[in-house]
Every structure is written in structure tokens, then in C-alpha cells.
């Protein structure tokens, strides 16, 4: 069994995945590169072990249930165990999100990736993230999933277009999230979302304000809690984030 402490991220051949393998990587951890893509995540993986991290593939699509059963043994054989995972991996579902005009397949399609798919791979890590001394599971979650912050007279930048499928995925997710520490209350899984603020990414066309490495802060702040540190909260850089 490794001794390094074991990550996975899914999502993270790109964007702020990739910069949360980066960030993790620079404290000596072992990085699985969760990805569908073959080519990108093997891409990522090289460029992260040529800057000295010890990153490893893990073929991963968060919307197939057979992937993330895999995903698991991969990590079993690699490692024995996880200490942490990043539910990075999401979708926006394109335009038009009125909902008034959004097609009701769209918001299927988006939460079955940042719902459904941070369920079906959180629990199929979970018998391996049980078998570390201090499991954190980080949930990206973002401020338009904020309902107290949509219910004000905010800018579009800080709450996002009228989207009836991106926003309300990250309103759920984050409500998952709360029924997740309070499953686990009174073991030593710490679950946490984190908002990575408005970064410049191929989720909003670059449009961003932050870049992937600001975005990426947050994660790795949760995923380094001590055993000590708050579950079923949500945060961003400046604090807590209202629900």
C-alpha cells in the first residue's frame, strides 16, 4: 500500500481540475488524472509527471456506473486505498436555459453529470476512502448554486445567466452534499462543496474572471482539512458560502 497520499480528480485533464492536480501534486501526493477522454487524460498525466508529479490515468466517465466500478479497482490495485476525492467533473448543457425555453432533456443530461454522477462515484470510492486515517471528499459546487445569492439583486457575474439546468445542478449538489455529512457524522470523512469563483474556463467560453489556478485554491484548502475541520459546509476563497 502506498504511503503517499492517495487523490482522485475527476474531471481533470483540464481547467480547474488540472490545476487542482497541480496543487496537490506539489505536496508529494499521488494524483489519479480522472478522465473519459483518452488522449487528453494521458496529455495530463504526462505534462503533470514532466513538472515532477506523480500522476497516474484513471479512465473514469462519471455518467456510467460500470466506469466508475473500474475507476474504483484501478485505485484499489494502484494504492489499496483513496484519502481524497475531488468531484470536479460537470457540464453546463448549452443554450437556451430559460425555463421558459429549456428543453427538460437538457436538465437531464446536466444532472446526470453533476448530481447523479458525483453519487455514483463518491459511492463507489467510498469502501476505499473508509480505508484512509483522513478521507475528504471535495464536491466543486459555484456560487449560482447559491439559492440565498440567486434570491438577490446580484450581477450576472456573480450568480450567472437564467440557466433552469446549470444553476439548480449545483443547488442539488449541494444539498447532497449536506446529506452526505449527515450520513457520515461521527466518522472522519469530512464532505465539503467548494465554489471556485468565476473562472476562465471552456464551461463559460473563457468569460472568467479567475484563473484555473485561483479556481483551484478552494479544493485543495478542503482537501487538506485537518481532522479537526468543518463537514457539510460550503466555501469559497473569502469564507462561507450562504446556501
Not at 497520499?5 to 480522472?34: C, D, H, M, Q, R
Not at 480505508?131 to 456560487?143: D, E, G
Not at 476562465?200 to 474572471?209: E, K, M, P, Q, S
Request: overall charge negative; glycine content about 10%.
Amino acid at each position: 500500500m502506498s504511503e503517499r497520499t492517495i487523490a482522485l480528480i475527476t474531471g481533470a485533464n483540464k481547467g480547474i481540475g488540472y490545476e487542482i492536480a497541480v496543487g496537490l501534486g506539489a505536496l508529494g501526493w499521488s494524483v489519479g488524472i480522472g478522465a473519459r477522454d483518452e488522449q487528453r487524460r494521458a496529455a495530463a498525466v504526462e505534462r503533470l509527471r514532466a513538472a515532477g508529479v506523480d500522476a497516474f490515468g484513471v479512465p473514469l466517465d462519471v455518467t456510467d456506473d460500470a466506469s466508475a466500478t473500474a475507476a474504483a479497482q484501478l485505485i484499489e490495485d494502484q494504492a489499496g486505498r483513496l484519502d481524497v476525492l475531488v468531484n470536479n467533473a460537470a457540464i453546463t448543457g448549452g443554450m437556451p436555459q430559460e425555463p421558459t425555453r429549456v428543453d427538460p432533456a437538457t436538465i437531464r443530461t446536466v444532472v446526470e453529470t453533476n448530481v447523479i454522477g458525483v453519487i455514483r462515484v463518491t459511492n463507489a470510492m467510498m469502501p476505499l476512502l473508509r480505508r484512509s486515517a483522513s478521507p475528504r471528499i471535495v464536491n466543486m459546487s459555484s456560487a449560482v448554486g447559491s439559492l440565498t445569492r440567486q434570491s438577490e439583486d446580484a450581477s450576472e457575474q456573480a450568480i450567472g445567466p437564467v440557466a433552469a439546468a446549470y444553476s439548480p445542478s449545483k443547488s442539488f449538489l449541494n444539498a447532497v452534499t449536506l446529506q452526505y455529512a449527515r450520513e457520515l457524522r461521527g466518522t472522519n470523512i469530512l464532505i465539503n462543496a467548494g465554489c471556485p469563483g468565476y473562472v476562465a474556463t471552456d464551461l463559460n467560453g473563457f468569460r472568467g474572471v479567475r484563473t484555473p489556478e485561483q479556481g483551484a485554491a478552494i479544493a485543495i484548502k478542503l482537501a487538506t482539512l485537518p481532522d479537526d475541520g468543518p463537514t457539510g459546509r460550503f466555501f469559497e476563497d473569502a469564507g462561507v458560502v450562504p446556501w
